[in-house]
């Protein structure tokens, strides 16, 4: 076989992506965070949501200090995908979400999810003093976190998803369904009602909507089956 006919069988094999029987090959993925949910848990419960295989890496906190500077920015969650590491939580839940069909049909419904997990950003830096005392990460006084800094954010929080739930057709943040938007606000919800469990009581919106949430089926399943932990 000469050297053209083996460029000319090289080129038609990348040009066709790599097909195997006529399919193209899976991407082959690996998340990588810790035990817990946290940050993580979004893109886990994408996954199940898509039905994609993906190695689910769990890196216990005693193993962290060696792994770090083999992340991209010295911190996880970190997405693999066929060698290609991909840091930040909402980037890479905006990744599979959009890969997956959890980001919105339109342009416009992209956007505005975008924007609620931004938003999301934005409170779970606001309840930050309350969410890590309460969760046994920093030491302190979780009464004086929770009237400081959870109930002022979660009074100026909520009201503004229940606005868009109030004229969502789906039940959902936006009309056409479930996107990671719901997902990473509602697993956070887990947490802090873990903690606080009045937390949605003035909010029967909110209540309504973390319900159909968690019990979507693969939601459910996931949830059911994942390790127990508080946060």
């Known amino acids: 076989m000469t050297s053209l006919t083996i460029l000319l069988f090289l080129g038609i094999f990348l040009f066709f992506g790599c097909k ?31 039905k994609v295989e993906y190695e689910n890496i769990r890196i ?5 200090p060696t792994l770090k500077n083999e992340t991209p920015f010295g911190q996880v969650p970190v997405l693999e995908v066929d060698g ?13 979400a959009r890969k997956f069909g959890y980001a919105g049909e339109t342009p416009e419904e992209e956007a505005l999810v975008d924007a609620f997990a931004d938003q999301f950003k934005d409170f779970y830096v606001q309840i930050h003093d309350f969410y890590y005392r309460a969760g046994g990460f920093e030491q302190g006084d979780v009464e004086e976190a929770k009237n400081r800094a959870l109930i002022p954010a979660r009074d100026k929080f909520l009201p503004l998803l229940t606005k868009f739930l109030r004229k969502s057709n789906s ?5 056409s369904g479930l996107t990671y938007a719901d997902l990473i606000i509602v697993d956070n919800m887990t947490s802090i009602i873990g903690w606080y469990p009045e937390y949605l009581q003035n909010y029967p919106e909110i209540q309504a909507w ?19 932990t508080n946060a």
């Open 210 to 228: 973390y319900e159909k949430v968690v019990n979507v089926p693969a939601i459910k399943s996931e949830i059911e089956n994942r390790p127990k």
């Open 84 to 96: 290609v590491k991909i840091p930040q939580s909402l980037a890479i839940a905006r990744y599979l």
């Open 60 to 64: 216990p906190k005693d193993q962290w």
């Open 20 to 50: 195997v029987d006529g399919k193209e090959m899976a991407p082959h993925y690996k998340l990588y965070y810790f035990e817990s949910r946290g940050l993580g848990e979004v893109s886990r419960q994408l996954f199940a949501l898509a």
């Open 171 to 175: 039940g959902f943040l936006v009309d």
